[in-house]
């Protein structure tokens, strides 16, 4: 199987081009994954193009890769967006980077109530940044031609205030209604997944004020990490995707 590397210099790329790779994914492609002339590579622009080609130069400042085909992908004509709670030890990254991999098309950080880490000043910035690297890696390990959006951290305020322009799912293990009971409409959908001690209870007033709807998965407690790539999961099936 090829690898698949993501370059920013794909747009306009027609079959028969010639295209040059940054210094970091030529880095990649020759010391890490060890790609020789000659070999075929994936690459993909995160909006939509790939490109299968013969890797031409193995430099590591620049490998030079001729397209060989082309193809473009439409975005999904329903989105389904990630709200994902900050969540301590790396259980939040856990869960952007399988989400990523299992095709969410957006990822917002939620600074929940019961929330123990916080991106307070700077580290909201590096936070998002963190999160948009893991969302780029993914997307090179599951050949997806669609890099998703990581947004700005949002407040329950702010999730709630933007709840009457999507429909908004969130994941409660004492809801009646489960998951794999609703019929999707023409709205994108918003999962919220909430922090080690869950959704607070005002937290969850909010969101159904809004509009919001509780689904459960399933009998058990998921944890933050698996929650959300085990909805996704389940909304691919209702949605078509797999």
């Known amino acids: 199987m090829a690898h698949f590397y ?12 010639e295209v040059r790779l940054d210094a970091p994914e030529s880095r990649h492609i020759v010391t890490v994954s060890r790609t020789r002339g000659g070999e075929t590579i994936l690459l993909g622009n995160g909006r939509g193009m790939t490109v299968r080609g013969t890797l031409l ?19 999904h004509r329903q989105h389904v967006i990630l709200v994902q709670a900050l969540a301590k030890g790396g259980r939040d990254e856990m869960a952007v980077q399988a989400a990523t991999e299992l095709g969410v098309d957006a990822v917002i950080p939620w600074s929940a109530e019961r929330s123990i880490a916080r991106w307070d000043g700077t580290k909201a910035v590096k936070g998002r940044d963190r999160w948009q690297a893991i969302t780029r890696e993914a997307t090179k ?11 700005a951290l949002a407040s329950t305020s ?13 994941l409660e293990p004492s809801a009646k209604t489960p998951l794999s009971a609703i019929t999707p409409d023409a709205r994108d959908l918003e999962l919220v997944v909430g922090p080690e001690g869950g959704v607070s209870p005002r937290e969850l007033e909010a969101f159904e004020a809004a509009g919001a709807e509780p689904v ?3 009998a058990g407690v998921l944890r933050t990490s698996t929650a959300g790539p085990a909805a996704l999961a389940v909304i691919n099936l209702i949605l078509g995707r797999w």
């Open 6 to 17: 993501l370059s920013d210099n794909l747009d306009g790329v027609r079959e028969g081009d």
């Open 57 to 75: 130069s193995a430099d590591p400042a620049g490998a030079v890769v001729r397209a060989e085909h082309v193809e473009n992908a439409a975005p």
């Open 141 to 151: 390990q599951s050949m997806r031609a669609w890099l998703p959006e990581v947004r």
């Open 158 to 170: 702010e999730l709630a205030e933007s709840a009457r322009d999507v429909r908004m799912l969130v």
């Open 216 to 218: 459960r998965l399933g």
